[in-house]
């Protein structure tokens, strides 16, 4: 990568593919990190499903413009003024965007300004959730191959996908360098394996026996090498039984990556449940676990656990004890109010797919968590907005003109979570609005304007404008009860119900 990196080259795309958790992720933060203490002109952008703006490529360029400003003085001077000449720019499509504040400040420095090659590094492109974006980020890519002179190098990581796969199959051989992870030597990877494992279980001072044992057992994964190494060393003083646990689950026998990720994270599960349940604890702790984790895994936005509590209606003490012993697979911050994330975004697949967690007990219906979401957001929005939210006493105020932390104090966390997604979980959710309940139409002909407010508050009334779209689009496909598409529409243009 170094090499390709620094080249006098034509390939000014390396694109590093491999499963889920052989250490793509880990490789790409370690070459941003190295090129910006080198203080090289480097931007990065990583992207992670349920990461609110990293989920999608809406933001990908005006990120990318912002961090080469940061370096470059005499690009941010560039890049201002082609901001001032089109104020609309950032609302246009994605390769406006990327002509005007990409190649064409770039075009106009130069290659006497830039002694280094530009990097920019994009981690986990298959994170994105809308597939369309994607092929744009790719065909975005495509137009830095002649920059005048200018080395443009792009680092892309992502697992070996149909769509990312068609969209390379645009660059040729001359243009990009591919690597796949998990095609390298199985000893080399072996052996990195067994050295990060003898430095993190060091204290246990595991004989060598032991640690080719879990190295067969990682099975060429990096994330389940780290799964395990955490869940061993938050035991604590129970840390060599928790290796024991390990050592005996499962059989030995050679099997797919995927199903060795599968039973350390089953392992992990049932060890959070106490074997002194009884059947109906045990049953209570498995749904507030499905509950709990199945709402982190599809969420747009992470939330603290304080603000996923209070969306879910759910004691902040119950969330604490759920997750209590799963800190190997979740990060959970020690302040409450930091957002609650998911170590790797494989343990998602394996929440949401029924074969993979060949456990009733902890798989997640994913309909059915949009679904508990969507009325979780309807219920608090309900009960919390209302006109004139921040209480100002006088309409008209521009959002600018008001300080942010009063913002911030009358529109919590997950009241704006719930203001912004609430019409993109009922999608989700498969439901058809004149079979469901009248939550929603309730909630729009109540509370309508209420919550346009608080989008013009957040600086997302055009999020809102979508919002509303699609549910118009959502009542018409609901044709065979007619009445209620009537009554909803009604609700959803602000029109009298009949």
């Known amino acids: 990568m170094r090499a390709w990196a620094n080249g006098d080259h034509n390939r000014h795309i390396f694109w590093l593919s491999g499963w889920a958790g052989t250490g793509k992720s880990t490789i790409a933060r370690t070459i941003a990190r190295e090129y910006y203490d080198k203080k090289c002109l480097l931007a990065s952008f990583f992207f992670s499903r349920g990461g609110g703006d990293t989920s999608h490529a809406g933001k990908f360029v005006g990120t990318i413009a912002a961090q080469l400003a940061q370096r470059l003085p005499d690009y941010k001077d560039v890049l201002l003024k082609a901001i001032s000449n089109d104020q609309g720019i950032v609302q246009r499509v994605l390769r406006d965007q990327w002509r005007e504040l990409i190649i064409g400040p770039l075009l106009q420095l130069g290659t006497g300004s830039l002694q280094s090659p530009i990097i920019l590094v994009i981690d986990a492109l298959d994170e994105c959730e809308r597939e369309a974006d994607i092929g744009r980020v790719l065909q975005l890519l495509a137009d830095t191959q002649d920059l005048g002179g200018i080395r443009f190098r792009v680092l892309i990581t992502s697992r070996p996908e149909i769509p990312i796969r068609d969209g390379f199959s645009r660059f040729s051989n001359r243009q990009r360098q591919d690597l796949v992870l998990h095609d390298m030597s199985e000893f080399i990877v072996d052996h990195d394996i067994a050295l990060f494992l003898k430095h993190n279980l060091a204290r246990l001072g595991p004989e060598e026996q032991v640690i080719k044992q879990l190295v067969r057992k990682a099975s060429c994964l990096f994330i389940w090498a780290a799964t395990a190494c955490r869940f061993i060393c938050e035991g604590k003083r129970f840390a060599a039984k928790r290796l024991a646990i390990i050592l005996e689950s499962s059989s030995t026998s050679l ?127 309900s009960s919390s907005l209302k006109q004139d939210i921040c209480g100002l006493g006088t309409p008209g105020v521009l959002v600018t ?29 498969g439901a058809q609005l004149y079979d469901n309940d009248l939550q929603a139409y309730e909630f729009l002909q109540e509370h309508l304007l209420h ?47 009949p």
């Open 255 to 381: 099997t797919v990556p995927e199903k060795h990720l599968n039973e350390i994270y089953v392992t992990v599960l049932r060890h959070s449940i106490s074997p002194d349940y009884t059947d109906e604890e045990r049953e209570e702790q498995c749904m507030m676990l499905r509950h709990a984790l199945g709402s982190v895994a599809v969420l747009f936005s992470p939330l603290s656990i304080c603000s996923l509590s209070k969306l879910l209606r759910i004691t902040k003490q119950d969330v604490d004890q759920a997750l209590e012993d799963l800190h190997s697979i979740l990060d959970v911050p020690n302040d409450n109010f930091r957002p609650l994330r998911l170590h790797h975004p494989s343990f998602r697949d394996f929440l949401l797919n029924k074969d993979r967690s060949g456990d009733s007990n902890f798989w997640v219906d994913e309909r059915q968590a949009h679904k508990t979401l969507a009325d979780s957001c309807i219920r608090l929005m």
């Open 401 to 429: 003109d008001v300080d942010s932390s009063r913002v911030e104090q009358c529109l919590s966390p997950e009241v704006q979570y719930a203001c912004l997604y609430w019409v993109q979980h009922l999608q989700k959710s």
């Open 451 to 497: 919550w346009l407010e608080a989008l013009g508050w957040t600086q997302n009334i055009s999020e809102g404008i979508i919002a509303i779209s699609s549910l118009e689009t959502m009542v018409r496909v609901s044709l065979p009860a007619i009445h209620w598409s009537n009554r909803t529409e009604n609700a959803i243009l602000g029109k009298r119900a």
